[in-house]
T-cell receptor
Framework: GDSVTQMEGPVTLSEEAFLTINCTYT??????LFWYVQYPGEGLQLLLK?????DKGSNKGFEATYRKETTSFHLEKGSVQVSDSAVYFC??????????FGAGTRLTVKP | DAGVTQSPTHLIKTRGQQVTLRCSPISGHKSVSWYQQVLGQGPQFIFQ???????GRGNFPDRFSARQFPNYSSELNVNALLLGDSALYLC?????????????FGQGTRLTVV
């Protein structure tokens, strides 16, 4: 079935550094792609999404572009803050009822 | 508007016991899905219910069961608990299936089996 592979980290950055978290997908079609974020002790929050090739999702300074050629959906942010410390999950829907998640990447941002 | 609400937030059970977890979806959402998230891993799909019918099942044993009520709320039941069932159980609601709509997650129920 369809799946995502995510760089696992953990990733530790200083405040204002540039962030990239890699995500590649395997899919028979062209599903929507998602990034979810999980803050400590909480559930998942949708961070951004893209519904078709070449779409760019963006939210709170984070961006990700749906690239069909490289089957990738890498998450980027130009200047991270301490408040961005969380676990980030790449995900895609499979078979209309099963959201497939990557293993998650823990980001720690130090002041 | 209220988001997805789950209860209880934390639970401690003994091996062999049974547990029931509850979820209320966002108003107007007819689809509820359940996920298990073991510490350090991504969520794993357990069930999806849409319009009160099971529409999908993940690779979990028959000890796991669920149902959806006429008001679209849902319960997840786990029988004969094992230590390995300790996890965060997440409920997600969506308008319909996942191909065209996004899923909204609750805060989860942290289950500890001792």
């Amino acid at each position: 079935g369809d799946s995502v592979t995510q760089m696992e980290g953990p990733v530790t950055l200083s405040e204002e550094a540039f962030l990239t978290i890699n995500c590649t997908y395997t899919a028979t079609g062209y599903p929507s792609l998602f990034w979810y974020v999980q803050y400590p002790g909480e559930g998942l929050q949708l961070l951004l999404k893209a519904t078709k090739a070449d779409d760019k999702g963006s939210n709170k300074g984070f961006e990700a572009t749906y690239r069909k050629e490289t089957t990738s959906f890498h998450l980027e942010k130009g200047s991270v803050q301490v408040s961005d410390s969380a676990v980030y999950f790449c995900a895609l829907p499979w078979n209309n009822n099963d959201m497939r998640f990557g293993a998650g990447t823990r980001l720690t941002v130090k002041p | 508007d209220a988001g997805v609400t789950q209860s209880p937030t934390h639970l401690i059970k003994t091996r062999g016991q049974q547990v029931t977890l509850r979820c209320s979806p966002i108003s107007g959402h007819k689809s509820v899905s359940w996920y298990q998230q073991v510490l350090g891993q991504g969520p794993q799909f357990i069930f999806q219910y849409y319009e009160k019918e099971e529409r999908g099942r993940g690779n979990f044993p028959d000890r796991f069961s669920a149902r959806q009520f006429p008001n679209y709320s849902s319960e997840l039941n786990v029988n004969a608990l094992l230590l390995g069932d300790s996890a965060l159980y997440l409920c997600a609601s969506s308008l319909r299936g996942l191909l065209n709509t996004e899923a909204f997650f609750g805060q989860g129920t942290r289950l500890t089996v001792v």
